[in-house]
């Protein structure tokens, strides 16, 4: 099984670009920016693969990552890393999603134009996996900040209308608040732009109904919806992005038997299987389709299935999608 899943065209809609970044690439990324890697260096790595059960703790290894990639130089190298990371797990598209940032060394606006740089040079050395980048929202941080950012994300959606598809909206589910964020989404959305929304990552039962009335393209973790909520997502073909290991290394799932993915299937509900944060939770696309697999007995065709579901709820082109199928069922043909 693990070889089937490791040689599938896989397809990956929830990946936050700091959060992607492995050990390996961790490593790689210090020896770019200081040289061959110090022996501090390496133990604050080995610091960063240790997993506390809270949500508050894993935040705080974005902080780790971030100072990283405080400079243009780190940026372009770690969104290179990235993508390299995810085309050496077959991955043949990728959303990588991110917050752009301000500091001394760039703007947000340099922000999101060093990624976009990277990634274009990304895809030449990796022709085989396609970016897309969706710029996100961090709800802890100013409502200003957000309306800079979708601003941003409109003024280049139309320069690079076939890389950025969309907004996220993401961040520590436990701060800001939802509906200070509405108009500017709202906003974003009335530009052609697509919502991926994090929603019910924590238990929060009013502003999971804001945010289903609101409406997005596709919802994040998922985690605290009801049957109802369920139903309603099924309803109107907005499928979950489900994310295993990084839910219950966070805390917020029990154990992989107990992840919502399996109620998911059981309604038949749309739903994706994704990485989340690949380095902070030690993981890739391979390894949570490996874990969906064994925890709830999916058969190869199970997985071929999810891989195709996730192509019809990319943000990518109708022809895009039918390409990105035609690689899926090869590859099934190929095994058969
Ligand atoms: C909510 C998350 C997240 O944007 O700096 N992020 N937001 N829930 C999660 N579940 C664990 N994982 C990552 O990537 C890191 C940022 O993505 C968001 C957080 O805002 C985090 O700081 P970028 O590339």
């Known amino acids: 099984m693990e070889q089937f899943l490791k040689g599938l065209p896989k397809v990956e809609l929830h990946a936050h670009l700091n959060g992607s970044l492995g050990i390996k690439s961790l490593s790689d990324l210090g020896e770019r920016l200081y040289g061959t890697s110090s022996e501090d260096f390496l133990k604050l790595c080995a610091r960063f693969s240790q997993f506390e059960k809270d949500m508050d703790a894993c935040f705080e290894k974005f ?99 076939n890389l950025i598809l969309g907004i996220d909206l993401s961040g520590n589910p436990g701060k800001g608040r939802f509906s200070d964020f509405a108009p500017i989404l709202a906003q974003a959305r009335d530009k052609g732009l697509k919502l991926a929304i994090h929603c019910a990552e924590i238990e929060n039962p009013s502003e999971v109904k804001e945010m289903l009335q609101f409406g997005m393209s596709r919802c994040g973790h998922g985690t605290f919806l009801t049957p109802e909520d369920i139903e309603q ?34 309604a038949n509900a749309p739903k994706v299987i994704c ?23 999916l058969t190869r065709q199970q997985c071929i299935d999810l891989t195709l579901e996730a192509v019809h709820h990319s943000f990518a082109s109708e022809q895009e999608q039918i390409q990105m199928a035609d690689r899926v069922g090869n590859y099934a043909v190929i095994l058969a």
């Open 63 to 161: 902080a780790f990552v971030h100072e990283l990639t405080s400079t243009r130089d780190g940026l372009r190298f770690a969104t290179e890393l990235a993508v390299r990371d995810f085309a050496e797990d077959n991955v043949q598209y990728v959303e990588l999603r991110t917050t752009p940032k301000a500091n001394e060394n760039y703007s947000r606006r340099d922000y999101v134009q060093t990624v976009i740089d990277a990634i274009k040079e990304a895809s030449e050395t990796y022709p085989e996996i396609t970016v897309k980048l969706l710029p996100s929202i961090n709800r802890a941080e100013p409502v200003d900040v957000a309306e800079e950012t979708v601003s941003l994300a409109v003024e280049l959606a139309q320069a690079y209308p």
């Open 233 to 266: 997502l099924k309803q109107r073909s907005i499928a979950i992005e489900c994310c295993l290991t990084s839910n219950v290394k966070s805390g917020t799932v029990p154990s992989l038997e107990e992840h919502h993915l399996k109620r998911i299937m059981e």
């Open 275 to 297: 990485t989340d944060d690949s380095g902070v939770f030690d993981t890739t696309l391979t390894k949570e389709f490996l874990i969906a697999a064994k925890t709830f007995g």
